[in-house]
Nanobody, 118 residues
């Protein structure tokens, strides 16, 4: 079955950087677009970034555009989120996700905490 597992989160000071990774298994990774979402306590999960199957097209939320970079390695079944110039408002649980290209079934990892604080 589809499994997604995030790693690389933690505590970082404002202005710092983190790189999140998401390991995927149980499906043909190169056939699926991948995405990152995040959720703050008491708020809805919000879109952060997405990348198409071949990695040639990416899209970002306005709040992270120019600071975050999504990428993927189809040989290793990994998707990354490089986060630079982090701000306290980036503090959230970050989720790796995908959607079945035909059924539109959504799949999510368990999430990982990112805290930006001095």
């Amino acid at each position: 079955q589809v499994q997604l597992a995030e790693s690389g989160g933690g505590l970082v000071e404002p202005g710092g950087s983190l790189r999140l990774s998401c390991a995927a298994s149980g499906f043909i990774f190169s056939d699926y677009a991948m995405r990152w979402f995040r959720q703050e306590p008491g708020k809805e999960r919000e879109f952060v970034a997405t990348i198409v199957t071949g990695g040639t097209y990416t899209r970002y939320a306005d709040s992270v555009n120019g600071r975050f970079t999504i990428s993927r390695d189809n040989d290793k079944n990994l998707v990354y989120l490089q986060m630079n110039s982090l701000k306290p408002e980036d503090t959230a649980v970050y989720y790796c996700g995908t959607i079945h290209p035909w059924t539109s079934q959504e799949y999510w990892g368990p999430g990982i905490q990112v805290t930006v604080s001095s």
